[in-house]
């Protein structure tokens, strides 16, 4: 068993083309003997943003502070915390922080 506040968990920037002032905890991974799902949390600084892109496997995201915006295909649907997304696979998508940035958990399949 892993037990750890997640803040303890090491923060790594996002250094992907389209990424803006965001970093990513990689509170719960194969290292620490998962073999179906990643655990991920991501902090998005005011104003920052996520990629825009698609891949094969869903993300599920629970909003946990901040607020923004997810677009998916194009559309903005805002976000506050408490709120679910799901996003399908194959589906164009990113989030992006508002004033006061954005924090999000994202769980994500292995591949």
């Given amino acids: 068993m892993k037990h750890v506040h997640y803040s303890k968990v090491e923060k790594e920037p996002v250094e ?3 990424a803006e002032g965001v970093s990513v905890r990689w509170v719960i991974n194969e290292a ?3 073999k179906n799902f990643a655990m991920r949390v991501f902090e998005v600084e005011a ?5 825009y892109h698609d891949h094969d496997w869903e993300h599920e ?3 946990l502070s901040g607020s923004g915006f997810v677009c ?12 679910v997304v799901f996003v399908p696979g194959g589906e164009k998508h990113n989030f992006k ?15």
């Fill in 72 to 83: 998916a295909e194009g559309q903005d649907t805002s976000l506050v915390p408490g709120d």
């Fill in 16 to 18: 992907l083309d389209g």
């Fill in 32 to 34: 620490d003997g998962a």
């Fill in 61 to 63: 995201v629970f909003i």
């Fill in 97 to 111: 922080a508002g004033s006061k940035g954005l924090t999000f958990i994202c769980l994500v399949p292995y591949q």
């Fill in 47 to 51: 104003d920052g943003r996520t990629p």
